[in-house]
């Protein structure tokens, strides 16, 4: 049974870029959100999708973007890229209707330089 | 910001017992403890969670005081694979954003 697949494992981009996560949730899953971690802090929350449309969302800002598809992948889409956006980007799935803990990638790395 | 307090640091000899501390002094009637923890290089991984009453599964077991305004994470015995960062959340429901604090590392010793 696949979890979760994130999609690069590793990114450089420049500063001023615009970048694509992708994230596939684990099977029977229908909800994603999405986390960052900076480098020795914990995973902050960015947002969730459910049903194709954005639920909840952290204190980030609209650079940050996403989409969810009708397969239930995800997309974090972060423009304008700033030298602080660098960190480990987490994807986590879970099942609306009888939850039984949230499923992580093992994230995309991200470094901006 | 996180609603819990947990020790920066803890070890443990390998084949011991491990106790993960965590106090949530103000938790509310309706949120849950969760407990996660993250192996480096790896995204979280659940463990655990309660409401009220004590819960165990094949991993580990939640004590959860009386008063809920603590609780403990117990490997029954602890390999150096439980090498980690352990974290301990609080949240209202099911589903809802997790909202992560430094956590514990915990490193087992052979």
């Known amino acids: 049974d696949a979890g979760v697949t994130q999609s690069p494992t590793h990114l450089i981009k420049t500063r001023g870029q615009q970048v694509t996560l992708r994230c596939s949730p684990k099977?029977?899953?229908?909800?994603v959100s999405w986390y960052q971690q900076a480098l020795g802090q914990g995973p902050q929350f960015i947002f969730q999708y459910y049903e194709e449309e954005e639920r909840q969302r952290g204190n980030f800002p609209d650079r940050f973007s996403g989409h969810q598809f009708p397969n239930y992948s995800s997309e974090l889409n972060v423009n304008a890229l700033l030298l602080g956006d660098s960190a480990l980007y987490l994807c986590?799935?879970?099942?609306?209707?009888?939850?039984?803990?949230?499923?992580f990638g093992s994230g995309t790395r991200l470094t901006v330089v | 910001d996180a609603k819990t307090t947990q020790p920066t640091s803890m070890d443990c000899a390998e084949g011991r017992a491990a106790n993960l501390p965590c106090n949530h002094s103000?938790?509310?009637?309706?949120?849950?403890v969760y407990w996660y923890r993250q192996i480096h290089s790896q995204g979280p991984q659940y463990i655990i969670h309660?409401?009220?009453n004590n819960e165990t599964n094949e991993m580990a077991s939640l004590i959860i005081t009386e008063d809920r305004k603590s609780s403990t994470l117990i490997l029954p015995h602890a390999t150096l694979r439980d090498t980690a960062v352990y974290y301990c959340i609080v949240e209202e429901t099911s589903g809802s954003r997790l909202t992560f604090g430094e956590g514990t590392q915990l490193t087992v010793n052979p």
């Open positions: 986590a799935s879970s099942l609306d209707s009888g939850w039984y803990g949230y499923t």
């Open positions: 309660g409401l009220k």
């Open positions: 103000t938790i509310s009637g309706n949120e849950y």
């Open positions: 099977s029977g899953h229908d909800t």
